[in-house]
């Protein structure tokens, strides 16, 4: 990805996800994470992110929810607040990469010439920096599908695994 020094903008999927598998932390992998409030609190909702887990992450501010022109509203109206909230962030302050799982968010983004990286990507991406080494990248990998929220199939999480043995292309 090369994402390195890179700001991104996060959707709650990539918090919750990281969260649930005690990754987190790999979101250091950017210079800055830009949260719109909508975003936030449906990722601290009900306690599925603590508060106190993202505040942690001293590089992750929060944001009120931008407002944009009726225009965008309305290509982006279907999607989720949080979703929509996310890419206007982008555009607002000028970051071409937004972390989402959301399969139409993620198509949103490239419409919009932003770069979508899901939770997957995260993992794979923690383990090419070497912030994590391969059997736990591995280990991430299969918590994504067995324990946590997200929806994944099988097949992503073989190949995920495939590309990072150097076996076949990256995620």
């Not at 992998?29 to 990722?43: G, H, K, M, T, Y």
């Not at 996310?86 to 419409?111: F, G, K, S, Y």
């Amino acid at each position: 990805m090369g994402d390195e020094g890179v700001a991104a903008v996060a959707d709650a999927g990539p918090l919750i996800h990281l969260y649930e598998i005690g990754l987190l932390d790999l979101l250091r992998l950017f210079r800055a994470i830009q949260v719109p409030d909508v975003v936030w609190q449906e990722a601290t909702r009900g306690g599925r992110v603590p508060a106190a887990a993202l505040k942690q992450l001293r590089h992750c501010r929060k944001h009120p929810d931008p407002v944009m022109p009726e225009p965008q509203n309305a290509a982006l109206a279907h999607l989720h607040g949080g979703e929509r909230a996310a890419l206007h962030l982008c555009a607002r302050l000028q970051i071409p990469l937004l972390l989402t799982d959301d399969l139409a968010a993620r198509e949103a983004a490239r419409r919009l010439g932003v770069t979508p990286v899901g939770s997957v990507g995260i993992v794979a991406k923690g383990h090419h920096s070497g912030l994590i080494d391969l059997a736990e990248a591995e280990a991430a990998l299969g918590r994504l599908y067995d324990t946590s929220t997200l929806f994944v199939a099988r097949a992503l999480i073989d190949q995920a695994i495939f590309a990072l043995r150097g076996q076949g292309r990256p995620v």
